[in-house]
């Protein structure tokens, strides 16, 4: 069975940082594409970055030069790392699987909350 579980979110000031994983089980974790999205307070799912099997990075604009997004496929497991919080940044952290049809996503995790706030 494939899964993925996210872990690393918390309270953090505005400024800070934080380091999210995704731990993944259950298929090839090497040949597909891995995502973040996230939810805040009242709004819908917003993709937040990806990254290929050629460790090819893509990144929502409003959180480009602040987000770094990386895999361990020693580890089989995806990170992303948020730097330079705000709180428009506060949201629950999803990662999710490319389907290999390229259907959208086939798997998710049950995701990690952020919180950003003096």
């Known amino acids: 069975q494939v899964q993925l579980v996210e872990s690393g979110g918390g309270l953090v000031q505005p400024g800070g940082s934080l380091r999210l994983s995704c731990a993944t089980s259950g298929f090839t974790f090497s040949t597909y594409t891995l995502n973040w999205i996230r939810q805040a307070p009242g709004k819908g799912l917003e993709w937040v970055s990806d990254?290929?099997?050629?460790?090819?990075?893509g990144y929502l604009d409003s959180v480009k030069g602040r987000f770094i997004i990386s895999r361990d496929s020693s580890k089989n497991t995806l990170y992303l790392q948020l730097n330079n919080l705000t709180p428009e940044d506060t949201a629950v952290y999803y990662c999710?699987?490319?389907?290999?049809?390229?259907?959208?996503?086939?798997?998710w995790g049950q995701g990690t909350q952020v919180i950003v706030s003096s």
């Open positions: 999710a699987k490319d389907h290999a049809s390229d259907l959208g996503f086939d798997a």
């Open positions: 990254i290929d099997s050629d460790n090819n990075a």
